[in-house]
C-alpha cells in the first residue's frame, strides 16, 4: 500500500489480523458539550483520533473554555456561557465539515451574549440546519446567514419546559437542543423521527448521566469504525477487535454485528475483545436501514459479496450527508458489475451479490467523505486492488485507517 498525494495504491490480500478500533465520536461529541455547560470539572478519557473531536474542542477553547489535556484525554475545567469574555468584536468559529460538530455548537453558542460567526467547510455548508435555526428563533436567537454562513446570538431562554424538534432530516437537530437546553432543564421533543433514533437515546442517557452527577466518562469503542474492519474480516479471513469487550446498545451501528450472524459469521466476545469467523459463504439479507443508515455503504459491500439477492430500505436520509451515499455506493457497485437498483417509491436498494472476485485493477475517485472512501478501500482490496483518492477524508472519523487495515 503506497501513498502519493492524497491517493493510495491499494493491493489484494487476505486479513486475517487483530486490530484496535477508534472510540466513538458520537459519543465524545455529545459528553465534550455537556462537560462545557458543567459547573464542575468533567474528565472524558479515551477520546477518538477524530477531526470532528479536535475541531469541537478548539472551537470551545476559542469561547473561552478552559480544556486541559490529559493522559489519555482531557479535562473540562470551567463552564459556558459564565467563561464568556466581554467585547463587541464577532467571534469566528470554524468546526470544520462535521454534522456534529457544527450542528451541536449552534445552539451551545446561542446560550451566551456574544455574536458567533459560524463558518463550516465543504458539504456541511450545504446539509439542513433550517429546522434548527427556526426552533431557536422561537426562543430567542438572533441569526443572521446574510454575510456568513451563519451568525448567531443570544442568549436563548425557553419560557416552556418542553421543545419540539423536527428530525424528519437528522436526528442531530433534536440532540443539539437537548444537549444545550439540559442546563436549563427543558425536556426536547423529536418530532417525525424516521432514522438513528439509538443516537437520540444515547443523547438522552447522557443527559440523565450528567444530572445524576457522573463527572468523569470513557468513550466506547466506535461500532460505525469497526464495521469496515468486520467487513473485511467477514470476506477475506476474519479479525479480532482487542479493544472491543462490550456491546453499546446506544450505537445503532452495533447491528452489524447480527447482521454478520445471520450472514453466515461467528462472532464472540471473548477476554481478548471481539472475535469474527467465517466457516460458509456469506448469505443474503433484508435490512431496515432507518436506524443505522451511516452503515449502508459497509451493507452494500458485504451484499455485494454475498450470493444472492439483499434489500436495504428506508435510505433517503443518505443523501442529506456528507455527500449522496446512495448514488455513491451505486457508483462502487457499478465498477464492480453488480447488479443494482434504486426503487425510489419503496426506498429499496436491490443488490445481487456474488462470491466471485473481480481481479480488474481499478481507480476510484470518491468524494471528500470519509464512510465512502473507507467503503471504496474495501472494494478495492477485497478485488483486484488499484488506485483510490481522497484518502485524507478518513482523519474524520478513522485517522489511522490505512495503517490499521494493511
Not at 468533567?42 to 473561552?64: K, M, Q, W, Y
Not at 475517485?365 to 483518492?389: C, K, Q, T, W
Amino acid at each position: 500500500m503506497i501513498e502519493i498525494e492524497n491517493k493510495l495504491q491499494i493491493t489484494p490480500k487476505e486479513f486475517g489480523k487483530s486490530v484496535i478500533v477508534p472510540s466513538s465520536k458520537s459519543y465524545a461529541n455529545r459528553v465534550i458539550i455537556l462537560a462545557s455547560l458543567c459547573k464542575e470539572s468533567v474528565e472524558i478519557l479515551n477520546l477518538p483520533l477524530s477531526h470532528d473531536v479536535t475541531n469541537l474542542i478548539d472551537a470551545l477553547r476559542v469561547v473561552g473554555l478552559k480544556i486541559l489535556d490529559i493522559e489519555n484525554g482531557i479535562q473540562v475545567v470551567n463552564s459556558f456561557p459564565e467563561c464568556e469574555t466581554e467585547g463587541e468584536e464577532v467571534i469566528q468559529i470554524l468546526p470544520g465539515d462535521g454534522g456534529t460538530t457544527t450542528r451541536f455548537l449552534i445552539p451551545f453558542l446561542a446560550l451566551g451574549k456574544r455574536e458567533y460567526q459560524i463558518e463550516p467547510v465543504g458539504r456541511m455548508r450545504d446539509r439542513p440546519i433550517a429546522d434548527l435555526l427556526e426552533s431557536l428563533v422561537d426562543i430567542g436567537a438572533t441569526v443572521s446567514q446574510c454575510n456568513s454562513w451563519l451568525t448567531i446570538s443570544g442568549p436563548i431562554s425557553s419560557p416552556q419546559r418542553i421543545v419540539t424538534a423536527d428530525a424528519s432530516k437528522t436526528t442531530q437537530h433534536a440532540t443539539a437542543l437537548a444537549l444545550s437546553l439540559s442546563s436549563q432543564n427543558v425536556e426536547v421533543l423529536p418530532k417525525d423521527m424516521n432514522y438513528s433514533v439509538s443516537y437520540w437515546e444515547m443523547t438522552k442517557s447522557l443527559i440523565r448521566e450528567f444530572k445524576q452527577g457522573t463527572r468523569k466518562f470513557i468513550v466506547p469503542v466506535d461500532f460505525s469504525s469497526m464495521s469496515y474492519i468486520l467487513a473485511l474480516g467477514a470476506d477475506l479471513g476474519g479479525t479480532s477487535v482487542l479493544n472491543c469487550s462490550s456491546i453499546d446498545q446506544y450505537q445503532s451501528d452495533s447491528v452489524f454485528l447480527d447482521i454478520l450472524k445471520e450472514m453466515g459469521c461467528e462472532i464472540k466476545i471473548t477476554e481478548e475483545g471481539l472475535v469474527l469467523s467465517r466457516e460458509k459463504e456469506l448469505c443474503s439479507i433484508d435490512v431496515d436501514c432507518s436506524n443505522c443508515p451511516d452503515l449502508v455503504p459497509t451493507l452494500a459491500f458485504i451484499c455485494s459479496r454475498a450470493e444472492g439477492v439483499s434489500k436495504l430500505r428506508n435510505l433517503d436520509v443518505l443523501k442529506y450527508k456528507e455527500s449522496d451515499r446512495l448514488l455513491e455506493v451505486q457508483k462502487l457497485l457499478d465498477l464492480y458489475n453488480i447488479e443494482n437498483n434504486y426503487c425510489k417509491n419503496e426506498d429499496c436498494l436491490t443488490i445481487n451479490g456474488k462470491s466471485m472476485r473481480s481481479h480488474e485493477v481499478k481507480e476510484i475517485f470518491p468524494p471528500d467523505d470519509h464512510r465512502i472512501v473507507m467503503v471504496s478501500y474495501l472494494f478495492l482490496r477485497a478485488n483486484g486492488g488499484g488506485e483510490l483518492s481522497s484518502v485524507d477524508s478518513v482523519s474524520k472519523s478513522f485517522a489511522n485507517f490505512f495503517e490499521v487495515v494493511s
